[in-house]
Nanobody, 116 residues
Framework: QVQLQESGPGLAKPSQTISLTCAVS??????????WTWIRQPPGKGLEWMGV???????VFSPSLKSRTSISRDTSKNQVTLQLSSVTPEDSAVYYC????????WGQGTQVTVSS
C-alpha cells in the first residue's frame, strides 16, 4: 500500500520561499506511469491544482503559479519536494501530495500559514 506523508514549515512569513516534502513509502516514485501532484486548499475554498512531476522527472505547473513554483524529486530518498517562492497570506492553505495512477493515493495534508 502506497502511503504519502507531507511535511512543511507550518508557519512562514510573506516573501519567503517555502519547501514542502512528500515522503512516499510502499512504492517507488519512479514506477512507470506514476505521477506526483501537489494540490492545495485555502480555508473556505476548493482544491487548487499546483503542479505535477512524473515518474521520469518531467514537470508541469499551473499557469497561475508557474513563475513561483518548482517541483523536484530525490529518488534516493523516494520523495518529492514542492517549493513556492514569494509567498503571501493568500498562499495559506492545506497542501496535499497526491500520487500514483491518477489521484489514487493522498497524503493527509500539511497546513501552511503565511503571516507576518
Amino acid at each position: 500500500q502506497v502511503q504519502l506523508q507531507e511535511s512543511g514549515p507550518g508557519l512562514a512569513k510573506p516573501s519567503q520561499t517555502i519547501s514542502l516534502t512528500c515522503a512516499v513509502s510502499g512504492g517507488s516514485i519512479t514506477t512507470n506511469d506514476y505521477y506526483w501532484t501537489w494540490i492545495r486548499q485555502p480555508p473556505g475554498k476548493g482544491l487548487e491544482w499546483m503542479g505535477v512531476i512524473s515518474y521520469n522527472g518531467s514537470t508541469v505547473f499551473s499557469p497561475s503559479l508557474k513563475s513561483r513554483t518548482s517541483i523536484s524529486r530525490d529518488t534516493s530518498k523516494n520523495q518529492v519536494t514542492l517549493q513556492l517562492s514569494s509567498v503571501t497570506p493568500e498562499d495559506s492553505a492545506v497542501y496535499y501530495c497526491v500520487g500514483g495512477e491518477g489521484w489514487r493515493y493522498w497524503g493527509q495534508g500539511t497546513q501552511v500559514t503565511v503571516s507576518s
